[in-house]
């Protein structure tokens, strides 16, 4: 499967705890960018990121949420001492390169579950 | 108000039906708009795309834009109950990726 690769697929913490999310982008794909979904609301971009290299954090929460990219290995969303507002589902996208509208391929997503 | 308006639903309908759904936005900023469609439990995925004002169709799919009314619209003719899904539209002013969806519309094409 050379889609966008997300896990794990449901994550279940309690409240205080870190959760991480990784993202492996399309083979061939360099530009990775993190959506959240919470309930009954539209997905919310977060995070844009290439390789070792945050280009716009613009829509990061500005305390407990991190992400990374590094050279080697998948993109993380770590997101620290977790609240019950957090509980949502947290699509990657990636991009061969820098993308133009429309060329983003989504993720089947992690359901984060806080208790 | 939210940047980008879009009826829950659902939306059930006969096979064979002519289906439209719709999009109101509320930033004269934004020059792309796009139709995704996302299953349960699975990821968005784009379905059209159009730049500016007009219409685009592509097989069953044809998405209008009226950027002086600030309303985007997605009709599926000849719907197929493998069209049940929830349908995003989603918009941009020139980021590339930065983009701003609505709720979804869900959408149920019964046989």
């Avoid at chain 1, 990784?22 to 009954?40: A, D, I, N």
């Avoid at chain 2, 007009?54 to 009709?75: C, H, M, P, W």
Wanted: charged share 25%; with cysteine; proline share 5%.
């Amino acid at each position: 499967n050379a889609g966008v690769m997300q896990n794990p697929r449901h994550l279940v913490r309690r409240r205080g705890q870190e959760a991480r999310l990784r993202c492996s982008p399309m083979k061939g794909h360099s530009h990775v960018y993190w959506y959240r979904q919470l309930p009954e609301e539209g997905l919310k971009f977060m995070v844009y990121l290439q390789k070792e290299n945050i280009i716009d954090e613009s829509g990061m929460p500005k305390e407990r949420f991190s992400a990374e990219f590094p050279k080697e290995g998948p993109s993380i969303l770590r997101i620290q001492q977790v609240v019950r507002g957090d509980s949502a589902a947290y699509f990657c996208a990636s991009s061969r390169g820098t993308a133009n509208t429309g060329e983003l391929f989504f993720g089947e997503g992690s359901r984060l579950t806080v208790l | 108000q939210k940047e980008v308006e879009q009826d829950p639903g659902p939306l059930s309908v006969p096979e064979g039906a002519i289906v439209s759904l719709n999009c109101t936005y509320s930033n004269s900023a934004f020059q792309y708009f796009m139709w995704y469609r996302q299953y349960s439990r699975k990821g968005p995925e784009l379905l059209m795309y159009t730049y500016s004002s007009g219409n685009k169709e592509d097989g069953r799919f044809t998405a209008q834009v009226d950027k002086s009314s600030k309303y985007i619209s997605l009709f599926i003719r000849d719907s197929q109950p493998s069209d049940s899904a929830t349908y995003l539209c989603a918009m941009d002013k020139d980021s590339g990726y930065a983009l701003n969806f609505g709720k979804g519309t869900s959408l149920l094409v019964t046989p």
